[in-house]
C-alpha cells in the first residue's frame, strides 16, 4: 500500500469512531512530490484525544504503539504511524481548512500544499534543517502553490531573509526543470 493509501485507510477507520484526524509532515510531501521524496512515518494530529481511545482502534488495525508512546507499528507495514500533539500548526499558524482525497481505502484528511510547503520551511526556519528546504521546494515543483501566502507567512513568522534563500533556489530548480 502506498502513503496515500494507508493513511486513508487509518483516517478513514479513525473517523468512523468519531475521531478526526489529519495528515501532515513528510507523508504529506511525499504524496505532493509524487514520490520524489519517500516518507517513513505517517504523522495525524488529533484535536481532544487520548492514547487509550486510540490504542484499541489502531490495534484494530494491527497497529501497537511502541515504547516511544507516540508511534505505532504493524510487523507487515513498512511505516510507522505518529500521533504529534494538536494544534494543528504550521509555524505560529493554526491551519483552518485542509484537503481530502478518496481512494479505494477511503478518505485521506491532509493538509493544503502550500501549507505543506510552510510546514516544511518551519522547520528551516526556526532548525536550519536543509532537508526540509528542499522538501519545500519539491512540494512547489509539482504543485500549484501560492508564493504569495508563503511570503506573507514567512513575514509573520519573521524569517524574510531565509524565505529569500528559499525562493531562489525554487526560482533556479523551476528554471532548469525545462
Known sequence: MSVEEIGAAICSHLKTHDISVVLSGGA?????????????????????????EIDPLM???GFKRTMDQRH?????????????????????????????????????????PVDSVKDRLAAFYHWNDRQ????AVMICLKRR????EIEHWSRNERMQEK???????YKERKIHKF
Open 163 to 169: 524565505f529569500k534563500l528559499f525562493l531562489k533556489i
Open 132 to 135: 526540509s528546504l528542499e522538501q
Open 59 to 61: 490495534e484494530k488495525l
Open 72 to 112: 505505532y507499528e504493524h510487523p507487515q507495514c513498512f511505516y510507522f504511524i505518529e500521533f504529534p500533539p494538536s494544534p494543528l500548526t504550521v509555524g505560529e499558524e493554526f491551519v483552518k481548512k485542509t484537503v481530502t482525497l478518496k481512494n479505494r481505502y477511503g478518505r485521506l484528511v491532509l493538509l493544503r
Open 145 to 148: 502553490v501560492s508564493l504569495k
Open 28 to 52: 504529506c510531501v511525499s504524496i505532493y512530490s509524487g514520490n520524489q521524496y519517500e516518507s517513513n512515518d505517517l504523522d495525524f494530529v488529533m484535536s481532544d484525544y487520548s492514547f487509550k
